[in-house]
């Protein structure tokens, strides 16, 4: 990337290392073989992907209580295996949504003040996948509609409250999805599979509008979008496994804007992008170092600004929403960084010395209001996300999403009812299993694994 100095308010950003004492340590952090970001935060909690045995969990802690984490400390532990991905609703920030190897999704409701017991019962279950499921992630403007996928090559998209995927795209991808993104309004999905293709997803079309090769290398990657630039940016790796990034247009992915290697490291490039500020963060997995860069909208689109570096490598990471920045200090960021046991709270600043407030680095930011309901969004309408000033810092929200799950009453079955839903949930697994012999044996054919 281009390293030309430039005029940018954001050219002296830095972070500083974090004080022991403002650590979360001594966690159990998940050895999980899916390479997921294990960490996700908002103004209020922090979650990570647990390492616990005879099933699946993840711990959820006190952002304003760092320290040594109890080992007796209470749970969210209601999978049948390991938690590969998690994602905080962003309306309502005692919401959570998890997806796991047993297949299953489940959204969780943290108790006011956090976890007191070990939590074993979901708010609401979405049972639809067919093999293990590997990315979350809440649409950014329509409350309460998430999208999935994973291992089963689908991607489906619900409505959280009801319990149930209303759209779902099923045989348009060649291999197992690795990572996936709303854009800017929630309307279309990007995503990365394991055959390196980039695909961009009009959910409720149910198609897939454009694809790609992104990049030639059989290592994972990341997809996300640059906000409101309506760019996809992805990394990978490169054949002689060179770590890489590209620009795309996602009306047109015949070739990337731009494409450019950054170095040769091993582990995969974690991207986050700050739509605020045009911002980038690039955190490599395995290394300590956290690079810094700005987005614009003319050749060579990417401008370097700056570098976190630490000796601790990192296993994950994770950024807060603009709500929880410090404004009086000159925070644009904060961060999240995990390391094989511990989380480390990252604050990164633009240095100023005048006290007054510095609108030209704090630009209108999102409110985490949703700017349509499930049902608008579901009936085709969409809209920009919704914002505020960030003059007086931390304001709470006007309104919080509301999520009132449909809870589905079972009826006591009679003998002859109970024998009739065995025989009929038998036959629906013997059809499963024929139509995952029928998948193999095409993937086989098509030469994947």
């Known amino acids: 990337m281009s390293k030309i100095v430039r005029s940018s308010k954001y050219r002296h950003v830095f972070a500083d290392a974090p004080k022991k004492e403002n650590i979360f340590d001594e966690l159990k952090v998940t050895k999980t073989a899916w390479d997921a970001n294990y960490v996700v935060a908002n103004p209020l909690y922090w979650a990570v992907c647990w390492d616990s045995g005879g099933g699946g969990s993840f711990a959820v802690g006190d952002l304003k209580k760092p320290g040594k984490w109890n080992p007796n400390a209470p749970v969210v532990a209601g999978h049948k295996s390991a938690v590969q991905d998690l994602d905080f609703h962003p309306f309502n920030d005692s919401l959570i949504a998890s997806v796991a190897e047993d297949g299953l999704g489940k959204i969780w409701k943290i108790p006011d003040g956090g976890l007191t017991t070990t939590l074993t019962e979901a708010a609401q279950t979405l049972l639809g996948h067919k093999r293990k499921v590997g990315n979350v992630k809440f649409n950014p403007t329509a409350a309460n509609v998430l999208a999935t996928a994973g291992s089963d090559m689908a991607v489906k998209v619900w409505d959280v409250e009801k319990g149930e995927a209303k759209l779902s795209n099923e045989g348009e991808h060649g291999d197992i999805i690795i990572a996936l993104d709303w854009n800017f309004d929630g309307s279309l999905i990007a995503t990365l599979s394991k055959d390196r293709k980039l695909r961009v997803l009009d959910p409720r079309q149910k198609k897939i509008t454009q694809d790609c090769e992104a990049h030639t290398g059989v290592k994972g990657g990341r997809v996300i979008w640059l906000g409101n630039k309506e760019k996809i940016f992805t990394v990978g790796f490169t054949k002689t496994s060179e770590r890489e990034y590209a620009i795309w247009d996602p009306k047109d992915l015949s070739k990337p804007v731009v494409k450019s290697t950054l170095d040769t490291g091993a582990g995969v490039i974690m991207p986050f992008y700050d739509n605020d500020t045009n911002v980038l ?169």
């Not at 025989?423 to 029928?438: D, G, H, Q, T």
């Open 281 to 449: 963060f690039l955190a490599g997995k395995g290394d300590g170092n956290i690079r810094y860069y700005e987005v614009v909208d003319e050749a060579p689109y990417v401008h370097y600004l700056s570098e976190y570096k630490s000796a601790t490598p990192a296993r994950g990471m994770a950024f807060l929403p603009k709500r929880a920045v410090d404004v009086p200090a000159c925070e644009i960021m904060k961060g999240l960084k995990l390391t094989t046991k511990s989380l480390e709270p990252l604050s990164f600043v633009v240095p100023r010395k005048s006290e007054m407030f510095q609108d030209d680095i704090f630009p209108d930011c999102f409110s985490g209001e949703a700017t349509v309901s499930s049902e608008e969004w579901f009936g085709g309408k969409s809209g920009a996300p919704k914002t505020r000033p960030m003059g007086q810092g931390f304001v709470p929200r006007e309104k919080v999403a509301d999520f009132n799950p449909v809870v589905k009453v079972e009826k006591e079955l009679t003998p002859q009812e109970l024998k009739a839903e065995v025989e009929r949930l038998s036959n629906r697994v013997s059809y499963l299993e024929a139509e995952l012999i029928k998948r193999d044996a095409k993937i086989k054919e098509l030469g994947g694994n």
